[in-house]
């Protein structure tokens, strides 16, 4: 049992906020952030705004796009590890917002910047296994939240926002969610992790390497598991952390820049909700059509990695 796409949404807040604007509040610059990370700019929440607010906005676009209401949805995933409350999951307050009558069941998974990959992991085991026809997974977070205006190492990094993807049930094998790996390594734990006082902590020149290793393995793995070779791929959406480690991801892939998509200018590194919202964008900007295959690697926080091939 295949699946194939049929609605996508994103929101990103209205505040946008520039390199220059930290230049303003703490020792960096543009010129360091460019260099460094690639990034220019990126979208925060206003402090009344939740991850369950922008993730509800996704995801009633993403059924405005699909021609559906939330009670037509059976499943509902949600990549995130920066919502405000511990519990109830932001799934269910999702589709409490959105009114759903159905009693579909909703979960979130806590995969940090691999978490969409993991909640598309779900999502292939269910319509592989027959037991959900039409899921929605959303990747939503509020980064802003952990930031540690006095470490400008880890403050500039990060940013808001959330994208939702609706899949259906299909009898075609080659559309939709592919195929996915993943993987993780807790006894990495310490390169990269929340605070109890919710900051982040991060040796970012590890955590450089193990990215630009661990991303291209994953890649590589998924496309030997699947028997497809890089000219197969339309596009690669990597996970949006930094544009070094993209350019040297594509590098070991021996990929041309021209296919990789770039939004971490954009919306810098936020995390469940970065291959998701750069999806989002592509479609929205015409730049990928569907049809086309995707190869989504990503790595974070765990540590976890993995990898999504999908037929848009
Ligand atoms: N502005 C100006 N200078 C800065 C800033 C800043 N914002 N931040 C750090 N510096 C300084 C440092 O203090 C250091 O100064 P020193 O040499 O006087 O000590 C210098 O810049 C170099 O610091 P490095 O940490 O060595 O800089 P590096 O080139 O490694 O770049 C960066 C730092 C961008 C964080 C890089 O290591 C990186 O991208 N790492 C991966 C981060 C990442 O992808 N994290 C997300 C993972 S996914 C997830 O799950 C959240």
Redesign the pocket.
Known sequence: MGNRLIGYGSYLPERVVANQDFEKIM???DE??VT??GMRERHFARDDETVVDMATIAAQRALDNAGLTIDDIDLVIVANVSAELDFPSVGCQVLGRLGAKNNAPAFDVRG??TGFIYALHCARGFFTSGMHRRIMLIGAEKMSRFIDYND??TA??FGDGAGALIFEHSTSSYSGIIDTVIMSDGTEFDM?HGSPDHHIM?N??E??KK?VQLMPDAANYIMEHAGITADNVDWIIPHQ??LR?IQSCAQRLEFPLEKILVTVDKHA?T?GASGVLALAYAFDNDIIKRGQLILYPA???GLTWGAALIRV
Do not use: K
Request: with cysteine; aromatic share 10%.
């Open positions: 020792d960096t610059s360091w952030i460094r990370t940090a910047c400008r190492s500039v990094l990269l991060m970012g020149p955590t450089y990215a952390a930094n480690i590194n995390s790595f974070g926080s």
